[in-house]
């Protein structure tokens, strides 16, 4: 209603149209849809580095599990059934990321104070993205552990014990 009458009101005095009047709900709106798009884009590359980083810990894990035949073969002669050696390696592939999602904590609660300390900005920290953080960590390390976990069970002990 205040816009309109404005609007009216410089229009009689200008004689055409030459002002913008803005409101803050246009500006809140704007802001919310900038904001929303920076949080897809956030969102994209954090998806984007946990598939490439899951991919590492795939390689190595893979590479594990072919160095280490012949353990997994006298393992498995001497009793072992696969899920001990599936879980063996599901546990290592997970505590890989487990100590990669720990040392990005610590380096983003650092990089936190330090921007605190530089820019003068206040800081919070919450646990509720720690806890994130660390269920991503996981599951990466569950998800991509488990083709090189599953490789390892599936070998047979003989032809295991008969590589080189």
């Not at 004689?15 to 009047?21: A, N, Q, V």
């Not at 580095?49 to 002669?77: D, F, K, Q």
Request: include cysteine; charged fraction near 15%.
């Amino acid at each position: 209603m205040v816009q309109s009458e404005l609007s009216a009101l410089l229009m009689k005095r200008h004689g055409k149209e030459d002002f913008d009047i803005r409101n803050m709900a246009d500006t809140i709106a704007t802001a919310n849809a900038t904001q929303n798009t920076l949080t897809s884009l956030l969102v994209a590359i954090a998806v984007i580095s946990l598939v490439v980083g899951g991919i590492g810990v795939m390689n190595i894990m893979l590479v594990s599990v072919t160095e280490r035949t012949r353990e997994i073969g006298i393992r498995m002669a001497i009793g072992a059934r696969g899920f001990d050696v599936l879980f063996q390696f599901l546990t290592e592939a997970v505590m890989v990321c487990f100590i990669g999602g720990l040392i990005g904590v610590f380096v983003g609660i650092g990089g936190g104070l330090a921007t605190s300390a530089i820019a003068g900005w206040r800081v919070i920290f919450t646990v509720i993205p720690i806890v994130i953080a660390f269920a991503c960590a996981f599951l990466t390390g569950i998800v991509f552990g488990y083709l090189p976990a599953r490789k390892a069970a599936q070998l047979d002990p003989i032809d295991a014990l008969a590589r080189d």
